[in-house]
């Protein structure tokens, strides 16, 4: 007779400080008084979420000349300095949600311009979170890898801050390339922990889990990611945004499912998947201590 399935969450997954405090933030806001909620992008990359504060009166623009009087709430991600001036010039009330993580990072490049080094924001070119630290430094530099150094001439005094996402790993192997380039390399260390603890965390369950349901939007990079690395050590991996996707055949023969969920995932989202897949595999929710 086969044992009774055990669900397992990881140690870390879900939400994470940043994406709680913005979504706190604005659902507070959407309880007010304070007139029609407009954020600049949706708030999260999680669908299930946008489509909840849609239904509570907050809207979904791309700029802030779409909008005219009410309130814009900034992401967590964070605007660079001209927008968010747009922004306030359009609206009554600007709410930054911008991370506290992300705005250290915008600090630092303002701080390293200041003191005459050439700032090098090391991340992906295009993404919302660098394209807001770019506008913090009067002639930064994006470099997404390593060994796009090649051919660049780059100042005499370089200063690097970080995408908050960004591997250690990596920043390691852009500071190497960097030595004997420049006479002066300063590094700000701008990265979140929050990122690599979950992967981590989805790496270690899922080299003993039979199954992973992996939680988090389609279009979130993060959950992505995750998904991407579960497949690394489990063949049975199931990336999905409501608990509605799972079926009872995703878990037959499964002793151990584990799940893990993108930082974009609030925590009420992981209980339902979780009840969702105790139903349908007739297992049940391994106790926190022994995760
Ligand atoms: S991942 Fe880190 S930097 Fe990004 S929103 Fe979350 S806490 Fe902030």
Do not use: W
Request: hydrophobic residues 40%.
């Amino acid at each position: 007779m086969q044992n009774t399935p055990q669900i397992v969450v990881a140690r870390e997954a879900g939400a994470c400080y940043g994406v709680n405090r913005a979504l706190d933030l604005v659902r507070e806001a959407a309880e007010g008084e304070g007139g029609p909620i407009h954020t600049l992008g949706p708030l999260i990359h999680n669908p299930t979420v946008v489509a909840e504060l849609e239904s509570k009166g907050v809207g979904v623009v791309e700029s802030p000349e779409e909008v005219s009087g009410g309130t814009i709430v900034l992401r967590t991600h964070g605007v660079p300095p001209a927008e968010e001036k747009s922004a306030r010039e359009a609206a009554d009330r600007v709410l930054d949600a911008t991370c506290p993580f992300v705005l250290r990072a915008h600090k630092a490049a303002e701080r390293l311009d200041a003191e005459g080094y050439q700032v090098i924001v090391f991340g992906e070119a295009g993404h919302p979170e660098v394209l807001g630290t770019l506008g913090h430094a009067r002639e930064p530099l994006v470099i997404e890898d390593p060994s796009q150094l090649e051919g660049v001439e780059v100042g005499r005094k370089v200063g690097v801050v970080v995408q908050t996402t960004q591997s250690r790993a990596r920043l390691r192997e852009l500071v190497c390339a960097l030595l004997g380039r420049a006479d002066e390399v300063r590094v700000i260390d701008t990265i979140c922990e929050a990122t690599s603890l979950r992967q981590a965390a989805a790496a270690e369950l899922a080299g003993r889990a039979d199954v992973m349901v992996v939680i988090g939007g389609r279009n979130s990079a993060n959950t992505c990611r995750l998904a991407q690395i579960c497949g690394e050590s489990c063949a049975r991996v199931h990336h999905i945004e409501v608990a509605g996707e799972l079926e009872a055949s995703n878990f037959e023969g499964a002793e151990t499912i584990g799940v893990t969920a993108g930082a974009s995932t609030p925590q009420a989202q992981i209980d339902e998947v979780c009840e969702r897949i105790c139903e349908l595999s007739g297992g049940e929710l391994a106790p926190e201590g022994e995760r």
